[in-house]
């Protein structure tokens, strides 16, 4: 009798990475009675002795083990480690006896029935017999979580942090799900002032069909913004920078209020669309540099710029159909020629343009081209509609 791996979890991992498991179903009856097995003190299990789990049911080995195999298919078998009824697999394979056997229709099984969800191992046997190949598909199911144990929270704050976890005792254990949790409890922590927040998660297997999931945090010390710094300004002053990061209507990173490093990527946008208002169109706005006091509770936030020459508007003039009628749509502008250059402002004009094209009833949105003179220090403008 010859046995031979021919598809799995692994096989098909490239068709599996665009797709990924769907979120997994209510807990079962099933479910119930394999939390109700789980251990009772989880709390030792997660926190209080190393990891001596037993190793899980072992399937076959996918490498170097994928021979051809040619010829029909005899039987179809579905072999289920776990407790549901091989009934919600069976009606996803296409696979049928007295086909030639088809390793992409195989792998798309394969696909199919990991994408339920509920399983965390799909593998595919073939075992030679006077009739042909029997195909038996090999599926494990998902473990469920026995308890979800969280660590190093204050008191006043554990609930919170269990909310932002969104993990549930009697939920499946699915690895992607514990990954996103601990970054959804770290965003929290950092929403509070904790900036340095650290979360760790690990899973304890104590049989083949129970986790416990095990969450330490960190949370570190209440952070608050001391001072913000802009390295290099000159021409505009550090009030002005400083009301532009205002100006995005989010608290923190400004001083006295906490640290949240994602949230001043947005905040530096719009210091950068301040300097471009001012004609500085070659203005850098460099990724900031946070300080921590010695204890950590303070910060100062440093971000550099290089703010470049001033640039004022050059030549203007307008294309296709609004040639026509250059002298009413220049006078719309509410700029001219040697005015500094103010992307705000010329945004602004598109607006004018497009209104007073369509009170005349043309069509067509008006788009402008820009043309950099770095020499002279100027930007042409061309205004004309699209096409």
């Not at 086909?99 to 798309?108: C, G, L, M, Y």
């Not at 307008?318 to 010329?346: P, Q």
Request: glycine letters at 8%; proline letters at 5%; a negative charge.
């Amino acid at each position: 009798m010859k046995r031979i791996a021919i598809a799995g979890l692994m096989y098909v991992s490239f068709l599996l990475a665009s797709c990924g498991p769907s979120p997994a179903p209510a807990t079962t009856p099933d479910k119930a009675k394999a939390v109700a097995e789980a251990p009772i003190d989880a709390a030792m299990l997660c926190f209080g002795s190393p990891d001596d789990s037993p190793p899980t049911e072992a399937l076959p080995s996918l490498e170097a083990r994928l021979t051809p195999v040619e010829g029909n298919v005899a039987r179809v078998d579905v072999r289920m480690i776990g407790e549901l009824d091989e009934s919600l697999v069976r009606g996803l394979i296409s696979s049928k006896p007295g086909e030639s056997v088809d390793r992409a229709k195989i792998a798309t099984d394969v696909r199919r029935v990991f994408g339920l969800g509920n399983f965390e191992d799909v593998s595919v046997e073939a075992t030679e017999s006077d009739k042909g190949w029997v195909l038996t598909y090999v599926v494990r199911e998902r473990p469920v979580l026995s308890a979800v144990l969280i660590r190093g929270v204050a008191a006043e704050r554990q609930t919170d942090v269990e909310a932002a976890a969104g993990q549930h005792r009697g939920d499946l254990y699915i690895p992607a799900a514990v990954q996103a949790s601990a970054g959804a409890i770290r965003a929290h922590l950092v929403e509070r002032g904790h900036a340095r927040a650290k979360v760790e998660t690990f899973v304890r297997r104590p049989d083949a069909r129970t986790a416990s999931l095990c969450i330490q945090v960190d949370a570190g010390p209440e952070v608050r913004v001391e001072a913000l710094h802009f390295d290099g300004h000159a021409k505009l002053d550090a009030a002005e920078l400083e009301a532009a990061v205002r100006s995005a209507g989010v608290e923190e990173n400004l001083p006295g209020g906490f640290v949240d490093l994602d949230k001043l990527t947005l905040q530096l946008l719009y210091v950068s669309a301040r300097y471009y208002d001012a004609g500085m169109v070659e203005a850098k706005v460099g990724a900031p540099e946070v300080r921590y006091s010695e204890d950590g509770s303070r910060v100062a936030i440093h971000v550099p710029v290089e703010e470049g020459p001033i640039f004022r508007i050059g030549a203007i003039s307008f294309g296709g159909e609004m040639a026509a009628n250059a002298v009413k749509y220049r006078a719309a502008l509410g700029f001219a020629s040697g005015d500094v250059f103010d992307r705000s402002k010329v945004m602004a004009a598109i607006e004018k343009l497009n209104a007073l094209r369509v009170s005349e009833g043309a069509t067509g949105a008006v788009t402008p081209e820009t043309q950099l003179h770095v020499e002279k220090q100027t930007v042409d403008l061309v205004f004309q509609p699209s096409k």
